[in-house]
């Protein structure tokens, strides 16, 4: 069974519940948004490729991006750690060195002991002047937009796990940068409501969830999607840009209005959202077309490796 299928099952098994279906639950009635996300060891991490530092930032970071992705500003965090007897004082120390570089306030969590490490992180955003974005929100004539380059992370977990060098590519997977200069941007300027997530789970699975849950196709030019050129020499790149997951850059739907007061410096335009085809999403790669059906290729934590 797939991630997807066990979020399906639990959406349906919850029917009390209206707050599921993005990254982030926006809770009107209090101002802000709630995210949580779990690392494990040997299934989001190695101890081989990381240390305390790096696994305390990407810990924080890509809880944050959710916070991001909705429009929010992030300010809390809250975190949880299950860590084995291995783990040292240090290891605790320098873990919230790196949490601490965000400038939040971590307002509590929770300490026990495991067999493996495991960091849970919940993060809340403040909504106050902000519109808040859903995966449901892409409306026809929408341009698709990305805030930076894909298939780095994916390439850098690659060459990790076949002892291959290039720290520059290695570091955007073990510490991926993450703005909100896009995100305060679209939230403020925005008078139509917009659709936005991170590509932590990759880029075409975001564009296949917005188009999904909006009843819309969306179509983009793989051409237009920014990476860098360095993966190429990898059989696999194309794969990674668009499967690879973990670069945690953003993707939006946004009118083209809003997109002319945005600062163009802040995003690329790869494609925009049609009417609902055959497909969620189309993908021209300049001498065919193909038509995603489905999320099988997409990451997925549960796949078998």
């Known amino acids: 069974m797939r991630e997807h299928l066990f979020l399906n099952k639990i959406i349906k098994t919850l029917k009390n519940s209206e707050y599921l279906g993005d990254d982030c639950a926006y809770l009107k009635d209090l101002g802000i948004v709630v995210t949580q996300d779990t690392l494990v060891e040997d299934v989001h991490f190695s101890l081989d490729y990381t240390d305390a530092y790096k696994l305390g930032y990407k810990s924080a970071a890509v809880n944050i991006?959710?916070?991001?992705?909705s429009g929010a500003v992030p300010k809390y965090l809250s975190i949880s750690l299950s860590l084995p007897k291995k783990c040292s004082e240090s290891f605790v120390e320098e873990f919230y060195k790196a949490v601490d570089s965000f400038g939040l306030d971590v307002i509590g969590g929770d300490?026990?002991?495991s067999d493996k490490i495991t960091v849970s992180v919940c993060a809340i955003g403040i909504v106050k002047n902000r519109k808040i974005s859903s995966r449901k929100n892409a409306d026809i004539g929408d341009l698709?937009?990305?805030?930076?380059?894909?298939?780095?992370?994916?390439?850098?977990?690659?060459?990790?796990?076949?002892?291959?060098?290039?720290?520059?590519?290695?570091?955007?997977?073990?510490?991926?940068?993450i703005d909100g200069a896009?995100?305060?941007?679209?939230?403020?300027?925005?008078?139509?409501?917009?659709?936005?997530?991170?590509?932590?789970?990759?880029?075409?699975d975001a564009l296949f969830?917005?188009?999904?849950?909006?009843?819309?196709?969306?179509?983009?030019?793989?051409?237009?999607?920014?990476?860098?050129?360095?993966?190429?020499?990898?059989?696999?790149?194309?794969?990674?840009?668009?499967?690879?997951?973990?670069?945690?850059?953003?993707?939006?739907?946004?009118?083209?209005?809003?997109?002319?007061?945005?600062?163009?410096?802040?995003?690329?335009?790869?494609?925009?959202?049609?009417e609902k085809q055959n497909c969620p999403l189309k993908i021209n790669f300049g001498?065919?077309?193909s038509d995603i059906k489905n999320l099988d290729k997409t990451f997925n934590h549960f796949e078998d490796k």
């Open 144 to 177: 698709v937009v990305v805030t930076g380059e894909h298939g780095t992370s994916a390439c850098g977990l690659f060459l990790l796990q076949n002892g291959l060098k290039d720290d520059d590519i290695i570091n955007e997977h073990l510490m991926p940068k």
């Open 65 to 69: 991006s959710d916070i991001y992705a």
């Open 209 to 274: 969830k917005i188009a999904q849950s909006s009843n819309k196709t969306i179509k983009i030019d793989f051409e237009k999607i920014p990476y860098n050129k360095k993966i190429e020499q990898y059989a696999n790149f194309k794969d990674y840009i668009l499967y690879g997951g973990e670069d945690y850059k953003l993707v939006a739907t946004v009118d083209k209005e809003t997109l002319n007061n945005i600062s163009p410096e802040l995003y690329y335009v790869i494609g925009a959202v049609e």
């Open 182 to 204: 896009f995100s305060a941007e679209i939230a403020q300027k925005c008078t139509k409501d917009y659709a936005m997530m991170d590509t932590s789970d990759g880029l075409a």
């Open 287 to 289: 001498n065919k077309i």
């Open 111 to 113: 300490i026990t002991g």
